[in-house]
């Protein structure tokens, strides 16, 4: 069994191109497509083999846009397990507007889930034998999916002594929230609609981050704070690294998932916190050096990883 499975019950056929500006009305001649297998876990378990780590993805997908995510998974290696379902996979859609350097995201809801295909994955989930070290639910949740879906999940998990690492947004990560988790993974906006609060100082967002693990959602929170680079709060201390100065000029498409996979490939070699921020911080800017959705390389992430310094903010 691999050392972590992948989760992604809402996976996507990425595409990304460029045209020369965008603007409504006419025609958008585009050029460069690429196609790229994505979602959360599908992007986190690329990483992660791309870093050496022992893994696998499971996912969802139908459809001849699901066939095709399935043929991209293969063509790079990474060790897959489709589920079939019956709606068709959607296909996420990136533009890069070469005039602003801008970057337009289309994103898709997803087929809708019929309460058998949810329910097949949960079991799914809870029968992997041997258990893996950690299992990562990653993503959006697809029309039909309950929204303590993922919650049902870390209860499994605890159930199953595995450690559950999450991402994602909305009323699926509350409700996670509630369950508790090994990992979670938010960005400064998904903690502001998780707690509420305006979090306007940097202070602040690191209270809210640490308040996470002191009431028991979370043993770990890493909150990505965008150019102000990224924290990692414990129950044993809590660590900031600053964001690596590189500048996204072919797209941001997958960073936050590099930036997961780097710091659980850490994780699970049995790196300290403070070294397993500096993998991943160094992997989520590494992601940006890459072209539309191809997310980030072993060999960016090494050379980053010399620039990434980590420090110590407070201990709970």
Not at 86 to 97: F, I, M, P, Q, Y
Request: hydrophobic share 50%; charged share 15%; net charge neutral.
């Amino acid at each position: 069994m691999s050392a972590i499975r992948t989760l992604t019950p809402n996976p996507a056929l990425d595409l990304s191109a460029r045209t020369a500006k965008v603007e409504p009305t006419h025609k958008l001649r585009c050029s460069d497509l690429q196609r790229h297998a994505g979602g959360g876990g599908i992007n986190v378990a690329r990483m992660l083999h791309r870093l050496g780590v022992d893994v696998r993805a499971h996912y969802l997908a139908g459809g001849v846009a699901g066939a095709q995510l399935t043929a991209l998974l293969a063509q790079e290696g990474v060790p897959a397990q489709c589920q079939p379902i019956a709606g068709e996979t959607r296909e996420n859609l990136s533009v890069l507007d070469k005039a602003s350097g801008q970057e337009f995201r289309f994103v898709m809801p997803g087929p809708q889930l019929a309460q058998q295909e949810w329910q097949t994955c949960l079991s799914a989930m809870a029968s992997l034998h041997p258990a893996p070290q950690w299992l990562v639910a990653s993503g959006s949740l697809p029309p039909g999916a309950p929204d303590d879906f993922y919650a049902r999940l870390a209860r499994q998990a605890q159930n199953a002594g595995v450690a559950l690492a999450l991402d994602t947004s909305g009323a699926a990560l509350a409700h996670a929230m509630d369950a508790g988790v090994a990992l979670v993974k938010p960005s400064l906006g998904e903690l502001r609609s998780l707690t509420g609060l305006p979090l306007a100082e940097q202070h602040e967002a690191i209270a809210a981050a640490t308040a996470l693990v002191q009431r028991g959602a979370a043993h770990m929170v890493a909150l990505s704070l965008g150019a102000e680079g990224a924290v990692l709060a414990t129950a044993h201390g809590v660590w900031q690294a600053p964001a690596v100065p590189v500048t996204a000029a072919q797209g941001t498409t997958g960073a936050g998932d590099c930036f997961l996979g780097g710091l659980l490939a850490a994780l699970v070699r049995g790196k300290t916190p403070p070294e397993a921020l500096r993998w991943a911080t160094a992997a989520g800017a590494a992601s940006l050096l890459a072209s539309g959705t191809a997310l980030a390389s072993a060999a960016d992430v090494g050379k980053l990883l010399v620039q990434v310094m980590v420090s110590p903010v407070a201990a709970i």
